[in-house]
């Protein structure tokens, strides 16, 4: 039975939110495992040793055993000789009974013979023929582990809700237990509902507006780290009737539902239909950026539903900040100690909703190990920004700013994110994605030339990296770099014969361009100024002569691609893009591509690596055309 | 092909074991996964995208496709008219263009048809009958995110090496990526060497010596844990031709074969045997306490061998020291950062062994949340020591004690690891191990009275249990408590006709006591020397006529169980455990059972959840026979 407690109002504050998802009843049946199995489940119910272990009383070393009484006496000067009656070996059963003035070998984690109470220890007895003598005097018990002395059979081993790892696993072993009563796991059902959504290794059709499903996977593997089962329901696409068995299938099978945000109303309509049909609406809407479109309901008897927003970051924020908690809870597993830590913030940061913002943050460690926290993210809904955000940092409604250095908490993701041991922003660049690669933990955000060099004089990232002339000193601590061959991209073969960069002008092509961020980008623009002032003319009249100028595009290889799908005649770009694509090239020239350090940030181990790997320059670039190593300067 | 560093001392330094073992090559080949499976995986090589992110130009807004240029000019005042020429949802393909003067209507992630380069957002347009009039001017790519925006063809979407956390998961799923390149996961072989072990779930037999084995379970979770996949090989028992062919599998079929101590020399014999038939032998013996006997060793091409202590604290002792971090370093994962944690010394403890120590500590919060440590399982091989020690502490050769208060370094055997909620300890009791079943996270260890008062005093656990009349300003502060009836457990019918104590003096019948640290011995020792009293005798002439008064045992119930299986005549116990073993029982009196807390501990919220649990005694004792709540005092 579910148990519900209402919430309505138009929206609904974070806490009240909480309570509700507190108020669903999600609790798992108790269920049995192998022990193999058991590590990182929660023991059900206590565990009582049913046997003494050991279950026998046990030679705890290599000797004799005797009866202690018949060694009184003995020393270095007098020993006392026992006639030798037998062995005994650890895994089997005595044979023999130690009757008084004898003694049976025994070897450590053997039984006790009957009869015997001690052990003489092998260095204090000299072997004679078919007897020993006893130099030493033993005490009844001496060398001996009595039965039981490790666990008593009725004695309390482990509790309810004790987490299993391997030392839990070692004590269930000693008591023989090979199948372990734990609490169940949560079996969370998630509806795609997006008309547009496709799910991965599906073929995808971009012209008929498909896109790939990114929160279905995210949020089923937040699931699991929660300690649930994620079930991934079929994706009906807009197929409603479909999508509506899917919910209530859904709903019989699971403990709990989750959909993220639909772009499409009738999905919406829906799951409105199937929860109000079926179980109640407890909440529509919490005043938390994001997620204000957050539904929380029941769906009949034994299931409940929580609507999720649909940008992944915003998903993966409420999903972290509401849902996992209840899941984890209903698991029985604690949060992980690693889940939340402590920053401060690199850069202010305003805010001024009056409703509480849930704030995507990255995290950056600087020189010393400290961790500084910035903002990302802006609801962009960018998927790139997902593996920038590390976590979120809850900003209270009443707070309109965070200061720079303001110590914050980061509630982060996953237990298993770290800050990235570098973290790079700059120009996109072939050779650059191959160095990266060979520095472990490094994160990089393509952002640009200008936009890396403007990040980097605001403190936040340990590296920069710059396509183009630049004045090193305005940037900081060069590490390394190289050449590259930028210029036109065209059409296998070059069917308008383009020469150079007045072609661009003067024919009637389709230009694809970057972005003003970028170093291609900024090198054009200066050939343009070049070539303008030999034609006497200003750049902006070149400019107003290129079609598709405006035209921009976001990594290196863009515009080649559009150049090879026909959807443009020429494109800014790379001699290696070119030929990697089958298309011809006409070079405007070298640029150079830098890397600079932040000079504060010069210790970090991280930094240190990616200077290492700079020297392997001619290797990073083997094969890529157009590029050469420089010399450092 | 293994590389290996040879390293021949007569005990090797913990560093060159280290050494060494990074010598041994474990690196598993690389591996594909579907998506769902990656999560916890680490990427074996970048991941491009080979698409564009949205793959097309993307409606960001619900509203209009139009040719900004129709729109300029229009402004509240002055709108412009356009004819409605169609309409575009998310997820199907246009079927229309957008020509000069005309506009379709289209949802948000739908893609913008032919012709169109705005969105004019639902808001700023009036509908009307076949056309629209749009009150807002609109520049060129307003309200369209164009393809490429999110993730752009050819970009650098995630590096070799990266953990893949469900954040991932979603930039793959966005990519379309649903086959993963994963490192792979090295295979340990755990070959069990013990002549007297069983495993888990098999029949015992403990008059042959058998017991349960503890280490091949806990190593293969520990495996698991570190990212290795473990592979329990079945036990040869003592059939060494058979234990040969087992470890010659391993190593054909594991990159690493470990196994744990074994007590008998033969076993040892046949490991040697092999590693130095197949492959060779690089170290025996480590000056590290414990783990002297540890062997490193390769078992020909492809395979290493590594021996581990047998005692459950040391095996796991050293696996993680040594082994863990090798096999995380194969498998590409780094350390937790809660594998290590940070703490001071609750005691003072000396060392002075010239070699470095492994010391394994328990860790118990104080009042105000800081880690204290302090030492456990000083080598008894205890497997009870197993659930009590938290981690190791890495003590230094040259360092002989360690100051109470000093600050120490914990590497925890798991991540997952937490101190408890409660550290008890004192007298064991069937009514306690209910009540602290209600009392999340306890960890109890049942030391018996004397020595619970004695540790509560020293200052490490929070409370102490104490059975048997004490004074209480001695101990702590009274939570609560109850009573239980003590006396003599005799067999079904009590054959010998015991009436009293007596019986136990005068009658010629074998007894089991409990330990001196017990309750239940004190109240014994307490009446035999009122009857001493009585008969004007001393309580040494009584206990002299016992036979068996030294047999002691370790919990409540051992002695009625020796008095089921016919080991004894008569036992010390309580009443609840003669019923519940079908027993006869002779009452002695009722004796106070009290739970007291260190008063520094008071605040603690697991005390606090301790004291409430003990409001509900009478639930607690409910149908245990001989047991009555008592008023708190």
């Given at each position: 039975m579910v148990r519900v407690r209402k919430q309505f109002r138009d929206l609904a504050s974070p806490e009240a939110a909480h309570e509700t998802i507190d108020s669903l009843a999600l609790d798992p049946d108790t269920e049995t495992v192998s022990l193999a199995d058991s590590r990182g489940r929660v023991l059900a119910e206590r565990i009582d040793a049913e046997m003494d272990v050991p279950g026998f009383d046990r030679a705890s070393m290599d000797g004799f055993a005797v009866r202690a009484r018949d060694t009184f006496g003995a020393d270095e000067m007098d020993p006392i000789e026992l006639e030798l009656a037998g062995a005994v070996h650890a895994g089997s059963e005595p044979d023999v009974e130690v009757e008084p003035g004898t003694a049976v070998e025994i070897s450590t984690g053997a039984v006790m013979p009957p009869g015997a109470d001690a052990v003489v220890i092998v260095e204090r007895v000299e072997e004679r023929d078919g007897s020993i003598a006893v130099y030493k005097a033993v005490a009844p018990g001496d060398s001996v582990m009595p039965a039981g002395t490790d666990i008593a059979a009725g004695a309390r081993a482990l509790g309810p809700g004790t987490r299993i790892t391997p030392r839990e696993i070692g004590l269930l072993s000693a008591l023989g237990v090979d199948e372990v009563p734990v609490r169940g796991k949560p079996r969370v059902g998630i509806v795609s509902t997006g008309d547009e959504l496709v799910r991965p290794g599906e073929s995808l059709r971009p012209e008929a507006g498909q896109i790939y499903d990114v929160n279905s996977y995210t949020i089923a593997a937040g699931v699991e780290e929660a300690g649930g089962v994620p079930e991934l329901y079929p994706h009906a696409g807009d197929d409603y009737d479909e999508m509506e068995r899917l919910l209530r299938r859904a709903a019989d099978e699971c403990d709990l539902v989750l959909s993220s945000g639909s772009t499409s109303a009738s999905a919406v309509d829906v799951i409105y239909r199937v929860v109000e049909e079926r179980g109640e609406l407890l909440m529509h809407g919490v005043a938390v950026k994001p997620g204000k479109p957050m539904l929380v309901g029941t769906l009949g008897e034994g299931s409940a539903y929580i609507g999720l927003p649909g940008y992944p970051v915003s998903a993966l924020t409420i999903f972290r900040a509401f849902v996992a908690p209840k899941i984890r809870d209903a698991a029985g597993l604690p949060e992980s100690r690693t889940a939340t830590i402590e920053g401060s913030m690199a850069v202010r940061?305003?805010?001024?909703?009056?409703?509480?913002?849930?704030?995507?943050?990255?995290?950056?460690?600087?020189?010393?190990?400290?961790?500084?926290?910035?903002?990302?993210?802006?609801?962009?809904?960018?998927?790139?920004?997902?593996?920038?955000?590390?976590?979120?940092?809850?900003?209270?409604?009443?707070?309109?700013?965070?200061?720079?250095?303001?110590?914050?908490?980061?509630?982060?993701?996953?237990?298993?994110?770290?800050?990235?041991?570098?973290?790079?922003?700059?120009?996109?660049?072939?050779?650059?994605?191959?160095?990266?690669?060979?520095?472990?933990?490094?994160?990089?955000?393509?952002?640009?030339?200008?936009?890396?060099?403007?990040?980097?004089?605001?403190?936040?990232?340990?590296?920069?990296?710059?396509?183009?002339?630049?004045?090193?000193?305005?940037?900081?601590?060069?590490?390394?770099?190289?050449?590259?061959?930028?210029?036109?991209?065209?059409?296998?073969?070059?069917?308008?014969?383009?020469?150079?960069?007045?072609?661009?002008?003067?024919?009637?092509?389709?230009?694809?361009?970057?972005?003003?961020?970028?170093?291609?980008?900024?090198?054009?623009?200066?050939?343009?100024?070049?070539?303008?002032?030999?034609?006497?003319?200003?750049?902006?009249?070149?400019?107003?002569?290129?079609?598709?100028?405006?035209?921009?595009?976001?990594?290196?290889?863009?515009?080649?691609?559009?150049?090879?799908?026909?959807?443009?005649?020429?494109?800014?770009?790379?001699?290696?893009?070119?030929?990697?694509?089958?298309?011809?090239?006409?070079?405007?020239?070298?640029?150079?591509?830098?890397?600079?350090?932040?000079?504060?940030?010069?210790?970090?181990?991280?930094?240190?690596?990616?200077?290492?790997?700079?020297?392997?320059?001619?290797?990073?670039?083997?094969?890529?055309?157009?590029?050469?190593?420089?010399?450092?300067?």
């Open positions: 940061e305003r805010y001024a909703e009056g409703r509480m913002r849930l704030m995507p943050v990255g995290l950056v460690a600087d020189d010393e190990g400290e961790l500084l926290v910035y903002p990302v993210d802006k609801g962009s809904g960018a998927t790139t920004s997902l593996v920038e955000a590390d976590g979120i940092v809850e900003v209270p409604p009443d707070v309109s700013y965070l200061a720079e250095g303001e110590t914050v908490e980061v509630q982060l993701f996953s237990a298993d994110v770290r800050p990235p041991a570098v973290l790079g922003v700059g120009e996109d660049d072939p050779a650059l994605s191959r160095l990266l690669d060979r520095v472990p933990s490094t994160r990089y955000l393509a952002v640009g030339s200008r936009e890396g060099r403007r990040r980097l004089r605001d403190g936040v990232p340990d590296v920069a990296v710059v396509a183009g002339d630049t004045d090193p000193d305005e940037v900081g601590v060069e590490l390394g770099g190289w050449t590259r061959e930028w210029g036109l991209v065209v059409p296998d073969g070059n069917p308008a014969n383009v020469t150079g960069l007045s072609d661009l002008v003067d024919a009637d092509l389709r230009f694809v361009n970057r972005d003003t961020n970028s170093g291609l980008r900024t090198a054009l623009a200066s050939a343009l100024g070049d070539l303008a002032d030999e034609r006497g003319s200003t750049r902006h009249e070149l400019v107003e002569a290129i079609e598709g100028f405006d035209r921009t595009t976001k990594a290196f290889e863009s515009p080649a691609r559009a150049v090879l799908t026909g959807r443009a005649d020429i494109g800014l770009g790379l001699r290696t893009s070119a030929e990697s694509l089958g298309l011809d090239f006409v070079s405007l020239g070298d640029q150079p591509v830098r890397v600079f350090a932040a000079p504060e940030r010069m210790e970090k181990p991280g930094v240190g690596a990616l200077r290492a790997a700079l020297e392997s320059t001619a290797d990073v670039i083997d094969g890529l055309s157009g590029y050469h190593t420089r010399p450092r300067e």
